[in-house]
């Protein structure tokens, strides 16, 4: 029963961010907008820590449900990366464009192009993995008092 309450939050949860984040529209972001921004996303190294995010929740969920099939792990995962990976820059462009310039995006480029720059968006995955964990530790910290509440 608890399992199923935790695999059932991890993906309510999961869908109610993507499903925030649909309101978002990428309309009056222009393609070289769009296009800069998921090069700074990528030097940055933000891309591939967003994409590490997805096997951790996928390793989550399947601790919460042992029982559950390694095919509809993989459904979920391509779903995930489908739903989330593929349309990510379109739906943080019009957010980066609140606050950040086209000429903007261009220079943090350019930083990250310098030695410490790379050295930040090569460690920059890594460090939001990490802290991730937090993340996940503090979720699991809550449900138990939540349950313990019961």
Request: charged share 25%; net charge negative; glycine share 6%.
């Amino acid at each position: 029963m608890k399992t199923k309450f935790f695999y059932r939050l991890s993906l309510m949860a999961l869908a109610m961010w993507f499903m925030g984040s649909l309101r978002v529209s990428a309309q009056g972001v222009s393609e070289e907008y769009k296009v800069q921004l998921q090069e700074m996303l990528t030097v940055s190294g933000s891309l591939e820590g967003m994409r590490g995010v997805v096997p951790q929740l996928l390793a989550y969920v399947k601790q919460q449900q042992p029982d559950m099939p390694d095919e509809e792990i993989h459904r979920l995962e391509a779903l995930m990366n489908e739903t989330i990976l593929d349309r990510i820059i379109d739906l943080y462009a019009p957010v980066y464009a609140k606050y950040l310039t086209l000429d903007d995006l261009k220079q943090i480029v350019v930083f990250y192009q310098t030695p410490i720059g790379k050295k930040w968006g090569d460690a920059t995955p890594d460090i939001a993995l990490e802290c991730s964990q937090f993340g996940q530790q503090l979720a699991e910290e809550f449900m138990q008092k939540m349950e313990d509440k019961k």
